[in-house]
């Protein structure tokens, strides 16, 4: 066995799987009197042995001088690092074998300090559509008040077709970022990432790296791993599969070491970061994220399939449905390891048999957010998504017959029975 227990990641020659590593990877009970799980660590500040050992600590940390190749960064104060905190960045860095990782106090917390340290006054972030509303706002108006504009292209858009609009836009030399979001919130439309990675590393130049960062929050790091497809950075909403109990709000961003540093960072100096009690009940959740996603996945490919035969659907938007004949069905296999759990469909008629329908629910909850243990059912067009350009809102594929589920892991034949009286009474 490695010599350090606590981040041991191999038995003999065996390499231990993720799910294998949430139970222990990154913590050694003997540092705190032998609890088999990590204590929370509610503090806000921590005691330095000397001051010599303090002014060490904020060298490293505020980048005065280089880590030695055994040092470790100190702990300081609860803003820049916390113990629970540490161990849960180790282990979600295990799932896509990401060099650094850094968690946030929200989704939307990760993403705005992520592209608020890398994107610079005068630059452009070029964006797949559709986005989660948030982002989309973020994008749209919080960004151009420093400075910062964007161009979307849809999800689905070709290699060809996604420079055709950059040379038409002029906006090559300005391009900072590429921020994709697959599949997209609503539509499950997929981006194709290692695209994605050619067309920002084309863009780069000796003086300015184009980051590659994707959401990947719809199918969670389960189903699919963008570090591995060429991707810069993966960013998740946490508060959805990865914490998975509807219970917590957070956030996470990880890739490239470089970058991650400048990242965390920004985190510092934002106050963004996670708090303590959140960083536990997230190393509780890791622990049967593999479960809980496994079930969500097989209980949605039923419902999907359901959902498909029924006369009151118009279209079921699910990943896996997709069939050789469909242009995004080679991406999928290549990109993805499973649908997930998210379905979308739309129901015959519009926003009244749509209400109707969400109104005559009871097993199912009318909420959003998604990723949860409960199934979840809601409203894009005048929800998660209602903050977007209605123009731009139809264009993307998102209306008033659309409806979206977070598939939860109740019994699969339960959810049908729900949804099934709820069509009753359209």
């Given at each position: 066995?490695?010599?350090d ?5 191999r ?16 913590y ?9 799980k ?5 503090t806000?500040t921590?005691v330095?042995?000397t001051?010599?050992e ?5 060298e490293?940390?505020?980048g ?11 702990l300081i104060?609860?803003r ?6 540490e161990?849960?960045?180790?282990r979600?860095t ?6 650094s990782?850094?968690?946030f ?5 990760a993403?705005s300090?992520t592209l608020l340290?890398?994107l ?7 964006h797949?559509?559709?986005?989660y ?12 008040k ?9 999800a689905?858009a070709?290699?060809s077709e996604?420079l055709?609009q950059?040379?038409r836009e002029g906006?090559a ?5 590429l921020?994709v979001?697959t599949?997209?919130?609503?539509t499950n ?8 990675a050619q ?11 184009v980051v590659?960062?994707?959401?990947n ?6 189903w699919?791993r963008?570090l ?11 508060t959805?599969y ?13 890739g490239e070491?470089c ?10 100096i ?5 708090d303590?009690w ?25 419902v999907?399939?359901w959902?498909?035969?029924h ?7 699910y ?6 004949n469909d242009?995004?069905f080679g ?6 390891l499973?649908?997930?759990?998210m379905i979308?469909f739309d129901?015959?008629?519009g926003?009244?048999?749509a ?7 009871k097993l199912?909850?009318l909420a ?9 059912a ?23 017959k659309m409806l979206?589920l977070?598939?939860g892991?109740e019994?699969?034949g339960d959810?049908?029975?729900?949804l099934?009286q709820?069509?009753?009474q359209v």
């Open positions: 066995m490695a010599e227990k606590g981040r041991m990641k038995i003999g020659n065996r390499k231990l799987r993720p799910e294998t590593l949430m139970m222990s990877y990154g050694r009970p003997e540092l705190s009197e032998g609890a088999v990590c204590p929370i660590f509610q806000s921590f330095f042995n001051a010599e303090g002014k060490s600590f904020f490293i940390a505020y005065l001088r280089q880590k030695g190749p055994q040092e470790e960064i100190g104060y609860s820049l690092n916390n113990p629970d905190l161990i849960l960045e180790d979600l295990l799932w896509e074998e990401a060099e990782c850094a968690v106090d929200s989704g939307m917390a993403i300090t340290e890398l610079s006054p005068g630059q452009v972030i070029l797949s559509e559709p986005i509303g948030g982002t989309d706002y973020l994008l749209k108006h919080v960004l151009p420093f400075g910062i504009r964007s161009a979307g292209f849809l689905g070709s290699k996604i055709q950059i040379e906006i030399e300005n391009v900072g970022v921020f979001e599949p997209a919130n609503p439309a997929m981006v194709d990432i290692r695209e994605c067309i920002a590393n084309e863009l780069s130049t000796e003086k300015k790296k590659l960062a994707v959401d929050t719809f199918l969670g790091p389960l699919q963008p591995e497809h060429g991707a810069d950075l993966v960013l998740y909403s946490a959805k990865i914490g998975g109990h509807s219970d917590l709000i957070a956030g996470v961003c990880m070491k970058l991650m540093e400048r990242v965390r960072t920004m985190r510092t934002l106050g963004s970061m996670s303590p959140t960083g536990w009940l997230l190393l509780r959740s890791l622990e049967t994220l593999k479960l809980r996603m496994t079930c969500q996945m097989k209980n949605a490919r039923y999907a399939d959902l498909a035969e006369p009151l659907v118009e279209r079921v938007y990943l896996g449905h997709l069939t050789e242009p995004q991406l999928y296999k290549r990109q993805c499973a649908p997930g759990g979308s129901i015959v008629g926003e009244k048999e209400f109707r329908w969400l109104d005559s629910l199912v909850k959003v957010s998604l990723g949860g243990t409960e199934s979840l809601e409203h894009p067009a005048s929800m998660t998504h209602s903050d977007v350009v209605p123009a731009e809102r139809a264009k993307m594929g998102i209306t008033d979206r977070s598939i892991v019994n699969p959810i049908i029975a729900d099934e709820a069509f009753n």
